[in-house]
């Protein structure tokens, strides 16, 4: 089966999110708020508390975007965190943004790939990805990164959209599908960035799914947390 890209041409995966995320770089932020009701708010909140049982004092945000998971590692646990991520404009609104926090010399913004982490093995006390994983070219080649890079009996937290189940699900799938594709096009002025969202969340793994090919990737325990209605879903993988 092809894979779900941004813009289907033949750049490869990669590529097309590097590119669709700097086409999206300034309304970012905005259509995050908007589009969840603030909600992935609470949802990086809880990743973090969870986070916070192991007291980390280095940590690797990758995927980082706008480094909205950075700032709050930083805040509610104190500590050094480094945020990875493809896109150099989303990198830059982050940037910024750390600046106006004052808190340059915490967080550390950084241009690389998540499948080839220019980083030794066990250096991270813990690793998280928030609505990034789903993004990988080869997701398996990406986890394992993540977990080479994480210490041993440390853990990577993953927090990703997955499906509504229920009775629920078709109202929001309703929503996904027609009513936030449009809103983000309007807003973004991508006409494929917030169409590829909804085909990338149906296409990926979630659940016990996601579970096991943690566990193939490694990771010798995995737990996992529904949020919203099972709206997203945080993984915590310890190695």
């Known amino acids: 089966m092809k894979p779900v890209t941004p813009y289907n041409t033949d750049a490869g995966k990669k590529r097309e999110v590097e590119d669709m995320f700097d086409n999206i770089a300034p309304k970012y932020d905005l259509l995050n708020r908007v589009l969840s009701l603030k ?21 690797l945000d990758v995927a980082t975007g706008t480094g909205d998971l ?34 340059s010399s915490e967080i550390e913004m950084v241009k690389g790939d998540a499948e080839n982490l220019a980083y030794e093995d066990n250096k991270f006390d813990a690793v998280c990805v928030a609505f990034g994983v789903r993004n990988f070219e080869n997701l398996e080649k990406g986890l394992e990164e993540l977990r080479r890079v994480v210490k041993d009996n440390r853990s990577v937290f993953i927090l990703e ?59 010798k325990s995995v737990e996992y947390k529904k949020l919203t209605l099972g709206v997203a879903t945080i993984y915590k993988a310890t190695k």
Do not use: C, H
């Open 161 to 219: 959209f997955s499906k509504v189940e229920g009775f629920f699900g078709p109202f929001y799938q309703f929503y996904f599908k027609n009513i936030l594709p449009q809103i983000g096009r309007l807003v973004s002025k991508d006409t494929r960035a917030y169409t590829y969202l909804p085909d990338s969340v149906n296409a990926f793994p979630f659940g016990e799914k996601m579970k096991s090919i943690l566990l193939e990737t490694g990771f």
């Open 70 to 103: 950075a700032i709050t590692v930083q805040k509610k646990l104190n500590s050094k965190v480094i945020g990875l991520d493809l896109s150099q404009k989303m990198l830059n609104v982050g940037i910024t943004k750390i600046a106006d926090e004052k808190l």
């Open 39 to 59: 909600i992935d708010i609470l949802w990086r909140n809880k990743l973090v508390k969870w986070m916070g049982e192991d007291s980390p004092k280095l940590v």
